[in-house]
């Protein structure tokens, strides 16, 4: 049995026969062994200063290495970016190269996802880490300015990363300038297209343009973002090599991932790194303290799918496999409906969330979530019949891949898996049995504080 | 994706359509209107050079410039300008460009 923490900050072995060989671990927290970003001290021990940092890994020399080599390197390694859609980082970085402009690289740390914590953790706990996988970028394609985009929000991330900027100072590496630059409240500001109006100085609205960012972005320039996982990634890549790198994962999606826990489990808000192959069920039961298959989990983001406990029990944990099933790992959320919960009540609860979130751009999304909304609000308060539910699917169809950005369609994933995967609850809300809502289990989280206005 | 790499498609940028609906009576057979009167697009590549016609037409047509004809990734400028020219000229289009 392999060594693997169940606390955030303690590491226990799991006692299984005390002949048991010690094998590589397939995945752990913040200082668990086999980690990769999340190696090192263990988040008791808050974020790892610049000393630490250069002690353990080293300093990454890039003075000698020309982008070129770097580049390959990166294609070499098949790094795939972190932030949901998958798409390879050497094509970005060699697009941003070839394309006309001085690039710059923007490390994306906003994460929207509600429930998410992977980038704030990441970024309060190994801030030098993005920081050097940002230079590595910008070194491969000659970028001359980081960005780092966060939210005021996540307050001892950007903290971690003002104090570490600080210390990179003060040592003298402070090759590039690096901005920080707050992200405003909404849920879309994170994509790629909405940062890169903003940082135009324009709204943080998704933009369809023809050109790809890496390509014109920022004021015209060729503009790397990319999620802040996916830079920690590129650092070590740019220490260990791609050899090292595809270790983890699979040929497909080779490297490991972070995750994040939420909902129904042992610490909501507990980012895990995947390393080896395991299922989704391996990792809820040490590390989000089930003991048995939950009634449902929400992958991969609020615009995500809902699977059954079973189904995903025994379900790979891997970006490549999920894809072929027609999942998606998205941002890494892997959130578990409580056993008491009713899986309508927390769809119509989301539904209603992603609604109010939309930038109010096109037309599909501006009508097309709320009457959605408003339809899985009836079924979850009982009040639908049959044909209700057909003009729901017909409804939550019309919407599939329209818009601008892909929050639309996130939000149809979210309903038409949950019709699927709460079929019984779905018959008994038609035949007006309503599930009891005092049993009061904690739902997701929303950040109602966080209230949008446009 | 078996899409041929010079096919061209007509797309909207659902963040511009205004849902005035002119689209739809020029190319009915790949332009619907859903239940709020915005554009939904089926873009499959148009192949048929009648077809791309009334596509071109539709892309003119359209007052919010919502619409617009790609070819492969990025050459989606090209395309249009072709059109421009075309119309200014009023030649007939032929469709040469899906088959170059």
């Known amino acids: 049995m392999s060594v693997i923490s169940t606390s955030d900050d303690s590491v226990l072995e799991i006692e299984s026969s005390a002949m048991a060989p010690l094998a590589e671990p397939l995945f752990g927290v913040a200082g668990s062994p086999g980690t990769r970003l999340l190696a090192g001290p263990a988040r008791s021990l808050g974020t790892e200063t610049l000393a630490g940092h250069d002690h353990r890994l080293g300093i990454v020399e890039l003075d000698d290495v020309t982008p070129q080599a770097l580049r390959d390197t990166v294609r070499a390694s098949g790094l795939l970016g972190r932030g949901g859609a998958g798409f390879p980082m050497a094509t970005k970085l060699d697009l941003a190269a070839a394309s006309p402009g001085t690039p710059i690289v923007v490390v994306n740390a906003s994460e929207g996802e509600p429930a998410s914590r992977k980038d704030h953790t990441l970024l309060e706990l190994r801030p030098h880490l993005i920081l050097d996988g940002a230079h590595v970028a910008a070194t491969a394609v000659g970028a001359d300015e980081i960005v780092v985009y966060s939210h005021h929000a996540n307050r001892r991330a950007n903290a971690a990363l003002l104090r570490a900027l600080g210390e990179r100072r003060d040592a003298g590496r402070a090759n590039l300038p690096v901005r920080v630059i707050n992200a405003p409240d909404r849920y879309v500001a994170g994509e790629t297209s909405a940062v890169v109006s903003y940082l135009s100085g324009n709204g943080a609205l998704p933009r369809r343009g023809a050109q790809p960012a890496a390509k014109v972005g920022i004021a015209g320039r060729p503009t790397v973002v990319n999620n802040a996982e996916t830079f920690a990634h590129l650092a070590l890549i740019a220490r260990f090599g791609p050899a090292w790198f595809s270790q983890a994962g699979t040929p497909e999606a080779p490297g490991s991932t972070l995750i994040t826990l939420a909902g129904s489990v042992a610490v909501p808000g507990l980012v895990v790194e995947i390393v080896g192959p395991v299922t989704i069920g391996h990792v809820l039961e040490s590390m989000g303290g089930l003991d048995a298959a939950p009634r449902a989990v929400l992958l991969g983001g609020y615009g995500g799918t809902w699977i059954t406990g079973e189904a995903a029990w025994c379900t790979p944990l891997e970006r490549h496999h999920l894809g072929a099933r027609g999942l998606s790992l998205g941002c890494g959320l892997l959130a578990v409906l409580d056993d008491d919960a009713c899986g309508l009540v927390e769809t119509a609860r989301l539904l209603r969330w992603l609604a109010g979130q939309s930038s109010g751009q096109c037309g599909p999304c501006v009508f097309g979530l709320p009457a959605l909304a408003e339809l899985v609000d009836d079924i979850a308060a009982g009040t639908s019949r049959r044909a209700d539910l057909r003009r729901l699917r017909e409804h939550a169809a019309s919407v599939r891949g329209r818009g601008a950005c892909g929050h639309p369609t996130g939000a149809v994933n979210l309903v038409e898996s949950a019709l699927e995967t709460f079929t019984p609850e779905l018959a008994m809300h038609l035949r007006g049995e309503v599930c009891d809502p005092s049993g009061g289990p904690a739902p997701f989280p929303l950040p109602h504080e966080r209230a949008v206005r446009r | ?100």
């Not at chain 2, 007509?10 to 554009?39: F, K, M, Q, T």
């Not at chain 2, 016609?53 to 892309?59: L, S």
């Open chain 2, 1 to 100: 994706m078996t899409t041929p790499a010079n096919a061209i498609r007509i797309v909207v940028d659902g963040s511009r359509c205004d849902g005035h609906g002119i689209c739809a009576l020029v190319l009915p057979e790949r332009i619907s209107l859903d239940r709020w009167g915005y554009a939904s697009l089926d873009s499959e590549p148009i192949t048929d050079p009648k077809t791309l016609a009334r596509a071109r037409r539709a892309v003119h047509a359209c007052p919010a410039l919502a619409l617009a004809l790609v070819g492969p990734v990025g050459t989606a400028v090209r395309v249009r300008r072709r059109i421009d020219r075309r119309s200014r000229t009023n030649n007939p289009s032929t469709g040469a460009e899906a088959a170059s």
